[in-house]
Nanobody, 113 residues
């Protein structure tokens, strides 16, 4: 069974940093393209960052967040620096392995002011 498992969320003070990880397992395919989304209470899920042949970022996180991947470990990362209270949300990993798309279960990030 293919799974994307996120980790690294938690509670951090404003200005702090966290690194989220998304590890893929159970597939013979490596991660093709991947992205991190987030969803705050009462809000729609939004794209935070994506990685494929290029990387893309939401304007709200440019210069603060960095998406990267380690193909050997089938893992995608999201380094989040200079965190703000408005970054508080559940963060979800999304990835294509082969031609199939998968979502992780989400990890909570809470930034206190």
């Amino acid at each position: 069974q293919v799974q994307l498992v996120e980790s690294g969320g938690g509670l951090v003070q404003a200005g702090g940093s966290l690194r989220l990880s998304c590890a893929a397992s159970g597939s013979t395919f490596s991660i093709n393209t991947a992205a991190w989304y987030r969803q705050a209470p009462g809000s729609q899920r939004e794209l935070v960052a994506g990685i494929g042949s290029i990387t893309t970022y939401a304007d709200s996180v440019k210069g603060r967040f960095t998406i990267s991947r380690d193909n050997a470990k089938s893992t995608v990362y999201l380094q989040m620096n200079s965190l703000k209270p408005e970054d508080t949300a559940v963060y979800y990993c999304n990835a294509f392995l082969g031609r199939l798309n998968y979502w992780g279960q989400g990890t909570q990030v809470t930034v206190s002011s």
